[in-house]
C-alpha cells in the first residue's frame, strides 16, 4: 500500500536543528513533486516548502526562506527538510505530500511528525 511516513521531529531548543524524513513505500517519488506543510495548534496548515520531481525547482516560505532546505534522494525514496535557526514559531506538526507531476490527482500525504521548540 502507498503510503508517506515522516520521521526526525522532536523537541529542540530555539536556535537548534532537525532533520526531517519523509520516505514513500510502495511506490516510487521519482514523478512527484514533493511538499512540507505544517499545522500549529489553532492554524490552518500552510506550505513551508516544497521541491519538484526534477530538483531543479524549490520553493520556501517567507518566514523559513534562509533557515530551511528542502532535498530529495531518489534513490532512497525520501525527501528532506534540514531546518535551522528553529525559532518557537516553528513550533507544528510536520507534513510531507506528494503530487504526481502527470497525474495531479494522485496525492499521497504522511501521517505528520510533531516539531516542538523550546527552552
Known amino acids: 500500500q502507498p503510503q508517506l511516513v515522516e520521521s526526525g521531529g522532536g523537541l529542540v531548543q530555539p536556535g537548534g536543528s532537525l532533520r526531517l524524513s519523509c520516505a514513500a513505500s510502495g511506490f516510487t517519488l521519482d514523478y512527484y513533486a514533493i511538499g512540507w506543510f505544517r499545522q500549529a495548534p489553532g492554524k490552518e496548515r500552510e506550505g513551508v516548502s516544497c521541491?519538484?520531481?526534477?530538483?531543479?525547482?524549490?520553493m520556501y516560505a517567507d518566514s523559513v526562506k534562509g533557515r530551511f532546505t528542502i532535498s530529495r534522494d531518489n534513490a532512497k525514496n525520501t525527501v528532506y527538510l534540514q531546518m535551522n535557526s528553529l525559532q518557537p514559531e516553528d513550533t507544528a506538526v510536520y507534513y510531507c505530500?506528494?503530487?504526481?507531476?502527470?497525474?495531479?490527482?494522485?496525492?499521497?500525504w504522511g501521517q505528520g511528525t510533531q516539531v516542538t521548540v523550546s527552552s
Open positions: 521541491i519538484s520531481s526534477s530538483r531543479r525547482s524549490t
Open positions: 505530500k506528494a503530487v504526481h507531476l502527470l497525474v495531479p490527482s494522485k496525492i499521497y
